[in-house]
């Protein structure tokens, strides 16, 4: 009876980190975390491109859907 459902994700619409475009953006903000975290001023930069990154995917998500 449960057999189905158990095989089935929790989320299945749950997207992963790994899975988006801007992975290598977020992967270098925090190889600088890492690097500066004294200082995260220093990793200003890599934020900002992130976050510009995922503006532009979930653009193109909402757009995709209509």
Not at 15 to 30: E, K
Not at 43 to 54: A, G, L, M, P, T
């Amino acid at each position: 009876m449960g057999s189905t459902a158990a095989a089935r994700p929790p989320y299945p619409s749950a997207a992963r980190i790994s899975d988006s475009q801007c992975f290598p953006q977020y992967t270098a903000s925090l190889k600088c975390l890492e690097q500066f975290s004294t200082d995260k001023s220093k990793c200003q930069e890599h934020f900002d491109i992130y976050k510009e990154c995922k503006k532009k995917e979930v653009k193109f998500i909402l757009f995709k859907w209509y």
